[in-house]
């Protein structure tokens, strides 16, 4: 059985900067470095995965970083506001469908 640590440092090494940057993995005094290293590493691998995906970005938060130099910790909590970590109760569930079963 493998280790819940070997998993946790195999889930950062493979995650994208996107995604390491929303766990708070890296430190946002580093996004350029890091996002640098993320640019280097696409271009070594010679995939057919388009950059912004291969960064974690979607192709509108690419844009806002790369033409518009919008910062990168904008964008992040951006990203955070919009996708707002809930778990959902059993509750929740049932009053919903309740509600849509009329």
Excluded: C, Q
């Amino acid at each position: 059985m493998v280790a819940k640590v070997e998993v946790e440092l195999y889930n950062l090494i493979m995650a994208n900067f996107m995604k390491k940057a929303m766990a708070g993995k890296i430190d946002p005094k580093n996004y350029d470095e890091e996002i640098e290293a993320a640019i280097e590493n696409w271009a070594s691998i010679g995939t057919s995965e388009h950059l912004h995906e291969h960064i974690g970005m979607t192709w509108e938060e690419w844009g806002d970083w790369f033409a518009f130099s919008k910062p990168m910790e904008m964008i992040i909590a951006e990203r955070k506001s919009k996708n707002p970590k809930r778990k959902i109760r059993k509750s929740d569930k049932s009053e919903r469908v309740a509600a849509h079963m009329g």
